[in-house]
């Protein structure tokens, strides 16, 4: 199984902030196949990021991911109120097929 | 844009079988493949298994021997089956789409682009 540590585990900031979050898989993942994900409470997660560094539709500029291999981060510049939520990585490949980070809280 | 609805007994005893559905709408079961996730209470997410539009399934080992997902390409929905459940398998339930072929980028991709509401699903006797 291929696992996704992500951190730090909590982050705060303040509007205008950039948040800099930071997933490490336990085995080298294509890049193609890592994303990203936004959860509000209460809501199903929110596709931002896929192939490590494509924007989904709709997603805002300000949303960008980066890295290979083992090391993958998704900055989120200029921080705003709505960004408040919980980031989740994804991986595809090994068994189970998909794994997913524990997650990263931006507060 | 493609949306997903889910539906099913939230509230089941042990030993019980977990039966949800998810309705597509504003698009095709057709070229996806189709997923099942959940989350328990204030934790990650767990993928449980997919289902292809040409009939293939893969779940996750964990779970492979009470899972059982199917497609019905006739009215647009796809199932999820997950025998024996414990308080263990508590946990809010999503339905999501996979997409495996980016047309703007022309490379592969493996990652979750539209998702079902939840159901929250409980087990008590």
């Known amino acids: 199984e291929i696992v996704l540590t992500q951190s730090p585990g909590t982050l705060s900031f303040s509007p205008g902030d950039r948040a800099t979050l930071s997933c490490r898989a336990s085995?080298?993942?294509?890049?193609?196949?890592l994303a990203w994900y936004q959860q509000k409470p209460g809501q199903a997660p929110r596709l931002l990021i896929y192939g490590a560094s494509y924007r989904a539709t709709g997603i805002p500029d300000r949303f960008s991911g980066s890295g290979s291999g083992t090391d993958f981060t998704l900055t989120i510049s200029r921080l705003e109120p709505e960004d408040v939520a919980v980031y989740f990585c994804q991986q595809y490949g090994g068994s189970p097929r998909y794994t997913f980070g524990q997650g990263t809280k931006v507060e | 844009q493609v949306l997903l609805h889910q539906e099913g007994a939230g509230l089941l005893k042990p030993s019980e079988t977990l039966s949800l559905t998810c309705t597509v709408a504003r698009g095709s079961l057709n070229g996806y493949y189709w997923s099942w996730i959940r989350q328990a209470p204030g934790k990650g997410l767990e993928w449980i298994g997919e289902a292809s539009y040409t009939g293939s399934t893969n779940y996750n080992p964990s779970l492979k021997s009470r899972v059982s997902m199917s497609l019905d390409t006739s009215n647009n929905h796809f199932s999820l089956r997950l025998s024996s459940v414990t308080a263990a398998d508590a946990a809010v339930y999503f339905c999501?789409?996979?997409?495996?072929?980016?047309?703007?980028?022309?490379?592969?991709?493996?990652?979750?682009?539209?998702w079902g509401q939840g159901t929250l699903v409980a087990v008590s006797s």
């Open positions: 085995q080298r993942v294509s890049s193609n196949f």
């Open positions: 999501a789409r996979m997409t495996y072929y980016d047309i703007v980028t022309g490379t592969h991709r493996r990652d979750f682009d539209s």
